[in-house]
Nanobody, 120 residues
Framework: QVRLVESGGGLVQAGGSLRLSCAAS????????MGWYRQAPGKQRELVAD???????NYADSVKGRFTISRGISGVTASLQMNSLKPEDTATYYC??????????????WGQGTQVTVSS
């Protein structure tokens, strides 16, 4: 019932910027984490950045200082500003949301993915 929809991917030259956006439809509980993962061909899916509902952020070392995650006041959107892009950033990027109820039940949601390609 909950769906995550990403947008903003595309083709960009090295050194350029893109902004990815994710919006959740349906009910997302207030205790949650939203973030972005990416997967390149032949590689494992990896965390790029995430942010808890309390505002705590985590970034992969490879993107620190270049990418910034933000969330809307509503708590059901997440954006990833990607600056100084490198060819190694090329991947399919997936929005992720994890929400935890007070009884401990955890729900995991994934977007369909959006392609980011960075040319040299």
């Amino acid at each position: 019932q909950v769906r995550l929809v990403e947008s903003g991917g595309g083709l960009v030259q090295a050194g350029g910027s893109l902004r990815l956006s994710c919006a959740a439809s349906g009910s997302i509980f207030s205790d949650n984490t939203m973030g972005w993962y990416r997967q390149a061909p032949g590689k494992q899916r990896e965390l790029v950045a995430d942010m808890t509902s309390g505002g705590t952020t985590n970034y992969a070392d490879s993107v620190k200082g270049r990418f910034t995650i933000s969330r809307g006041i509503s708590g059901v959107t997440a954006s990833l500003q990607m600056n100084s892009l490198k060819p190694e950033d090329t991947a399919t990027y997936y929005c992720n949301a994890n929400t935890r109820l007070r009884d401990g039940t955890v729900y995991h949601y994934w977007g369909q993915g959006t392609q980011v390609t960075v040319s040299s």
